[in-house]
């Protein structure tokens, strides 16, 4: 069963910015109302411009995340188009292969597949709410079943 979520935010830091505070919140507090614990890499929050000019340190939060014992699920916080920029550290002397174990990963986007661009418009609440429910939907669907 799913206890600890770890979110990351991979491409767009637009999940640290103070205009999608309340819609972020908002999710937190659903998925702790299914008995989740919810856990924020170090980078994740730091908004559109530190995580823009730091692929490296996005690449450390997946990685860690992915070595962390306690994390169930990775999941990303939004998509966008900067995830390719990370492929240098994650690939760097096997990292990510050593890194990776048998843990849920959800991401959006440019993270697992390329979306529409009418699917989410980068920095509207109206996107982030879309992904939250999105979200609670998965989320519900994977409490649902036993862990692999």
Do not use: W
Not at 33 to 49: D, H, T, V
Not at 111 to 125: D, F, G, V, W, Y
Not at 138 to 145: H, W, Y
């Amino acid at each position: 069963m799913v206890k600890t979520i770890t979110i990351v935010s991979l491409s767009s830091g637009i999940a640290g910015e103070s205009s999608v505070r309340l819609g972020l919140d908002i999710g937190i507090k659903r998925l702790k109302e299914y008995g989740l614990n919810i856990r924020f890499m170090p980078n994740a929050l730091k908004g559109s411009e530190y995580v823009r000019r730091n692929p490296d340190k996005r690449a450390e939060d997946l990685l860690n995340a992915f070595r962390d014992p306690e994390t169930y699920m990775i999941l990303c916080a939004i998509g966008g188009d900067d995830t390719y920029r990370l492929l240098p550290y994650l690939f760097r002397n096997n990292e990510l292969a050593n890194a990776v174990s048998n843990k849920i990963f959800l991401g959006f986007s440019d993270t697992l597949q390329k979306m529409p661009r009418s699917e989410i418009h980068n920095n509207s609440l109206r996107g982030i709410i879309h992904l939250i429910l999105i979200l609670y939907q998965t989320i519900f669907l994977l409490l649902s079943q036993p862990c692999p």
